[in-house]
Structures are given as C-alpha cells and as structure tokens.
C-alpha cells in the first residue's frame, strides 16, 4: 500500500475511468463487483459501487453519482458492523450514519458478507471532441471546397 492512501472521491473516480461504459452494462456490473477502490491493497475489508445513478447529456457528458457502496469482509461469512465501520473512518474518513448488513447474501463469488452504505460521491467526464470540431462548436466545419 502507498505511505499516502488515496482519498476516497480519487479513488472512486479512478475506479470509473477504468470501468467499461454504462453502453456495457453486464461488463460494467462485473467489473464493478470485482474490483474495489482500494486497488490491489490487502487487508480485511474492501469497499465496491453497488448502486449508481449514470446521467447522459446529449452532446455525450457523463455524470455518475453513487447511490449506495458496499463493505465487503473479505471471506468472513459474519458482518461485523463495528470493526467494518472502523475501517471505513480509518481508510477513507467516511462515517457513514447508514451502515447496515446485508443479510443472508455473499458478495460477488462469495468473497464474504457485506454491508451497504452511503456516501455522497460524483464522477464526471466531459464529451470527447473530435478534431475537426467541438461538442461547443456553433456550425460544423465546412465541406471541402475541391
């Protein structure tokens, strides 16, 4: 692990960058159940996006908002919600007054029990451009006049 840890809304925004479109929703899923915020960190705990909110503009602006996050006690068959909420304070700074089990369900692959939470988080990407015109360009470029 760095001697810096990331912080949370980092690593929440670099797990969205590396993670296939919303146009991909089963790759999406998957790799949203499969890989964490922290990375390849070890430790007893790992935090995922379980719930989102994707919004599209037209001109292909994308704004992504979490709606709920699970904490996953890594092979652990028990929720232990005093030690998970400990984690979360530790590595991340979050307090989160919502954490409660999920009861009776295993995390993808059954990787162990889990809780959910909430925790305001953002991720946006503006439009990519081409480059003969911008999404802000008025007209489009002229045609070719030979």
Request: no cysteine.
């Amino acid at each position: 692990m760095n001697s810096e840890p990331s912080s949370f809304q980092q690593a929440f925004e670099r797990l969205l960058a590396r993670a296939p479109g919303p146009v991909f929703p089963r790759a999406r899923a998957l790799y949203l159940q499969k890989y964490p915020l922290e990375g390849e960190a070890a430790g007893a705990f790992r935090t995922f996006l379980l719930e989102e909110e994707i919004q599209e503009s037209p001109a292909g602006a994308l704004r992504i908002r979490a709606l709920a996050l699970a904490i996953v006690a890594l092979g652990q068959p028990r929720f232990d919600r005093a030690a998970a909420a400990a984690y979360l304070e530790r590595r991340w700074g979050l307090r989160p007054g919502d954490l409660q089990e999920v009861p009776g369900a295993s995390w993808f692959r059954d990787s162990g029990a889990y809780g959910r939470f909430g925790t305001p988080a953002v991720y946006e990407r503006v439009a990519p451009t081409s480059l003969l015109s911008s999404s802000a360009d008025p007209v489009p470029p002229a045609a070719d006049p030979g």
